[in-house]
């Protein structure tokens, strides 16, 4: 088993923290959720909960390939990845359409299941988690640069969304806690809990839309098959020589199989150095494909 | 570069389906409706079974003949994956299914509901009997494929074959029994050991489609096994160890693709190089069904 290096060991430190800091805030959460019946505050308990299942199967899966453990996946562990999102996608998806079923019946029976101070604790708490995601949003932006990494400006701005949710829902708990109107009380936090459940089922439609492609063994955008054809034709080999490609998603790294006919070749060091054509025109130094030249071979 | 022309008339509509499927659409639709009038657990358990096994081959053809239209566009590597992706919804729905069989079950046992009539219990013996011809037909077909074809190609649906086919007699067997018991409470207990042996299969064979799909979904690597027998067959064509640089294997669906890097003698004239490897290609096909092996020369 190979041994992590301080980099890797500091980016893991840094997603267990985060994971941490998730989980000590959603379980007061889901517990107050539960004794006040809060629609915001399950709702918000439920969508932060499933988000930490995604820092976790990360956590998981960043020290498995620290450590080598992930070699056996000679494809890469891309579809794991995706796999994992697909199954959180559709959690939230089937957790947000709970969510709004329990909004439209309890606002539609018109009672209020939540007391005034149940209300209160759950407003409490909501703080709480603002103030979590606060200080996280604000650290993060405080240590971006000019230019950063398309990991780093990603992280920030899921980190700025997940700020402003927990505002708004934080505005509407507030004010069902603080209305004297029962009704009134009743709306804002069915109002909170609908939010939620709406965010819920878009991030996870978008986590399904996004993971389904890589799972089925989808061809490449072609935007990215252009660049393929430009690449061979780049190389140098004629056209007529690349029979046939194929390709699948694999997530940074898309497979790419090209298969060259041998004719023009008198040894193997003419077919070698073909291929070798190809593939430095096509990967042009970066490692963003999988790329498998193979030889055209005789059938029977 | 070759470039397929999708042919639309392989594209599965709803009348494509029906047209291929119209006795065994029939036949489920028949034994839903009759099992949703009868308080017979056994009848559920029955149609249910069936269901599942005709939805597996519905989405197989559905699977199989949009890979036929949409290969060029989307599916370069075929649909084995969305085949897979659909075996996953079904094996949910079967795991889902069989619970709710046993919940049945459990409180049939708990509320001690009384025995069914006796058309009821003749109704069920004749669907299980259709069932059971059906699962034997199926059973037989696949029996001589597999003795036609050598290798591992159609191993696995032989024992799927079987074990449905064991089960539904074992179900049967009790169905029959509770029919012509005297005893109305060993009739009872008959149908309720059918109902507990389907919403048994039915849940292993969903756990293990649904653990097969999973793995199949995330590029998974084979099993030793299968990984030895490969070992063996390059043996066979005389390819040391030594020779292949590297060795990449994973299911989509049925089928396997092996991608295999060989180092070559750069000293031999490259026709022969090209022969050799063309007849390894050759002899994993003829092997393997469903397989799709590419050849790298290191």
């Known amino acids: ?300 | 570069m070759t470039i397929e022309v999708p042919d639309s008339s392989q594209v599965p509509t709803p009348g494509s389906v029906l047209s291929a499927f119209r006795g065994d659409i029939f036949l489920t639709t028949v034994f839903t409706a009759l099992a949703s009038l009868s308080d017979n657990h056994a009848m559920t358990a029955i149609a249910a079974m069936y269901a599942a096994s005709m939805s597996y081959e519905i989405l197989g053809h559905v699977a199989h003949r949009h890979h036929a239209h949409e290969s060029a566009a989307r599916y370069e590597f075929g649909t084995g994956k969305l085949r897979q992706a659909l075996n996953l919804v079904l094996a949910l729905a079967m795991v889902a299914g069989s619970f709710w069989l046993l919940s049945l079950l459990i409180i049939s046992v708990t509320v001690t509901d009384p025995a069914p009539a006796q058309y009821d219990l003749l109704a069920t013996t004749a669907v299980g009997a259709v069932c059971l011809l059906r699962f034997a037909g199926d059973w037989w077909s696949v029996w001589h494929m597999a003795r036609q074809t050598p290798g591992m190609s159609y191993r696995g649906e032989l024992k799927s074959a079987t074990s449905r086919l064991v089960v539904m007699l074992l179900a049967q067997i009790a169905v029959t029994a509770s029919a012509v018991a005297k005893d109305p409470l060993i009739g009872l207990w008959a149908q309720m050991f059918a109902t507990a042996v389907i919403a048994q299969a039915l849940m292993l064979s969903g756990a293990n489609m649904l653990w097969k799909a999973v793995l199949d979904l995330i590029d998974h690597p084979l099993g030793q096994s299968i990984e030895a027998e490969i070992w063996e067959m390059l043996e066979t064509c005389k390819i040391a160890s030594e020779q292949v640089e590297d060795i990449r294997m994973r299911w989509a669906g049925s089928e396997l693709f092996i991608e295999l890097t060989v180092n070559a003698d750069a000293d031999r004239p490259l026709s022969e190089t090209l022969k050799e490897m063309a007849d390894l290609r050759q002899h994993l096909e003829t092997r393997l069904a469903n397989a799709d092996v590419a050849i790298k020369l290191a």
């Open chain 1, 1 to 300: 088993m190979r041994h992590p290096s301080p980099e890797q060991k500091a980016k893991e430190k840094a997603v267990l923290y985060t994971s941490m800091a998730d989980l000590a805030i959603v379980i007061p959460m889901f517990g107050i959720g539960m004794a006040t019946l809060s629609l915001t505050l399950l709702s918000e308990a439920i969508r932060v909960a499933l988000m930490l299942v995604v820092e976790v199967y990360t956590l998981i899966i960043l020290r498995a390939a620290h450590r080598d453990q992930l070699r056996q996946f000679r494809f890469g562990t891309y579809k794991l990845e995706q796999f994992c999102s697909f199954i959180i996608g559709a959690a939230l998806v089937a957790s947000g359409a709970w969510i709004c079923n329990r909004v439209a019946t309890t606002v539609l029976t018109g009672e209020l299941v939540a007391t005034p101070m149940g209300l209160a604790m759950a407003a409490i708490i909501s703080a709480i988690n603002t103030t979590i995601n606060a200080l996280g949003w604000y650290s993060m932006a405080m240590a971006a640069e000019r230019e950063n990494s398309p990991i780093y400006e990603g992280q920030l701005r899921a980190r700025k969304i997940k700020f402003m949710t927990s505002l708004v829902v934080q505005t509407t708990i507030t004010i069902a806690a603080l209305a004297h109107d029962p009704l009134v009380s009743l709306w804002f936090d069915g109002v909170g809990g609908a939010f939620v459940a709406f965010l819920q089922v878009t991030i996870g439609v978008r986590m399904i839309s996004e993971a389904l492609p890589d799972l089925l063994d989808h061809s490449v955008p072609d935007d990215f098959k252009a660049r393929i054809a430009d690449g061979v034709r780049l190389s140098g080999v004629q056209q007529n020589q690349v029979l046939n490609v194929r390709t699948r998603r694999a997530g940074p790294r898309p497979q790419v199989e090209l298969t060259v006919n041998p004719d023009g070749c008198d040894c193997l060091d003419d077919l070698r150095r073909r291929k070798q054509a190809l593939r430095q025109s096509l990967q042009d130094g970066d490692d963003d494909m999988d790329l498998s030249v193979l030889v055209d071979l005789p059938r029977r």
